[in-house]
Structures are given as C-alpha cells and as structure tokens.
C-alpha cells in the first residue's frame, strides 16, 4: 500500500545531541513537508520540499535543517541549536506544491527531551 | 491568536447526537481543508473546499463554506465512538513568498456511548 512512513514512534534526545526523524514516501509525490504539532496549537510548517534537491524555510526553521536527496525522502534533524524541541513532528506530502493540493500525512513523531 | 479559529475547543457528546464544529477566518478562505486525527497519529484527510456555499458529504459528516468563504462548519450526524478524535481545518495562506498550509488549533471530540 502506498503511503508515507515515519519512524520512530517516539524519540529521545539528550542536551546538546541532534536528532534525525525519518520520513518515507512512496506515492510518487513532488512536494514534501515537515510540521510540528504542539499541544493546543496548529500544526507550524518547518521546512517544505517541492522537488527533490530543493527545499524551503517554513515559519519555524531555526534549530532544525533537512535534506532531499531522492524523492521518497525528506528527514528531518533537530539541532542542539533547538531549545524547545518537545513536541509532536508530522511529515506530509502532496503530489505538487500549490495551491488546493491535498497533504496526505505520516503517523508522526514524539519527541521528547531527557 | 490562530488565524484560523475554531470552536469549540472541545466537545464531549452523547452517542448518537449530532454536532457542530466551526473554523473562522478574518480572511477570505481559499481551499479549505478538514481533516480528522486521532490521538498520537497523523492526520487523516476529509474533504476540501473551494467555492463560496459549497458543501459536501462523506457518510455522516457534511462540510460547508459559507458564501462570504470565511466560515467553514463541520457537522457530524448520529455521532458514533468513531467519530472521536481531533478535528482540524486547513487553509491554504500565500504569505512570506510562498504557499503554505496553515492550520487551525484543533477541535477535540469525545463521543459517550
């Protein structure tokens, strides 16, 4: 079945360690994106892909950097420069970037902090 | 403040009542999205819409945009325990340069049989 894959499940990092969430995608889609999902609030857009070897600061990239190497993947890695890395981490993709593209999503990320 | 506000907050019902969840912007509403998520997962797609008075069904829930596209309601029928979960409107936002996704907080919904 097609699908995107995120592992962990739940994560742990320790002061001054960077972390990489890893996100699988093999519906053929062009555009990626990477969101944090704290509690009581939206989902906040960090960083997006529209095409592999290409991506773009959200609204909350500082403190964590990506790469797009080949399409199926987008990892995420949180750098020690995050100070408030706790939170939910939700992969998506969307056949292209755009306007009405429907983002279909991964089962998420739990990171916390020792 | 969300730029997407939506109500309530949360929402605790008795089986096999209806509901209501509402999303409201300041701004007009281009593409607008509902999605489902329940607890600790990702986000599971609904429906989408994009004309003024638009509205659509999928079983028993029914989403509609208002005329003015600034307000979207999400009505759930003879709510079952598989309605829990959390609800989330999206909109699409041209801002900083570039398109994005924006969400709302979430609605949390609880279903008693």
């Known amino acids: 079945d097609g699908g995107i894959t995120q592992s962990p499940k739940y994560l742990f990092r320790k002061e001054g360690q960077n972390v990489t969430l890893s996100c699988e995608q093999n519906?053929?889609?062009?555009?990626m994106y990477w969101y944090r999902q704290d509690p009581g609030q939206g989902l906040r857009l960090i960083y997006y892909s529209q095409i592999v070897n290409d991506f773009q600061k959200g609204d909350i990239a500082e403190g964590y950097s990506v790469s797009r190497e080949k399409k199926e993947s987008f990892p995420l890695t949180v750098t020690s420069a995050q100070k408030n890395p706790t939170a939910f981490y939700l992969c998506a993709s969307s056949i292209k970037w755009g306007v009405d593209e429907k983002l279909f999503f991964g089962s998420g990320t739990q990171l916390s902090v020792l | 403040s969300q730029e997407l506000e939506q109500s309530p907050q949360s929402l605790i019902v008795q089986e096999g009542k209806n509901l209501t969840i509402n999303c409201t912007s300041s701004?007009?509403?281009?593409?607008l999205y509902w999605y489902k998520q329940k607890y600790g997962e990702g986000l599971i797609f609904l429906m989408m819409l994009q004309k003024g008075g638009e509205e659509k069904s999928h079983e028993k829930i029914t989403a509609k945009l208002d005329e003015k596209k600034q307000q979207s309601s999400l009505h759930i029928t003879a709510s079952q325990p598989s309605h829990a979960g959390i609800y989330l409107c999206?909109?699409?936002?041209?801002?900083?340069?570039?398109?994005?996704?924006?969400f709302g907080a979430g609605t949390r919904l609880a279903v008693h049989p």
């Open positions: 999206g909109a699409d936002r041209f801002s900083g340069g570039y398109n994005k996704l924006i």
């Open positions: 519906l053929n889609h062009d555009a």
């Open positions: 701004k007009t509403l281009y593409g």
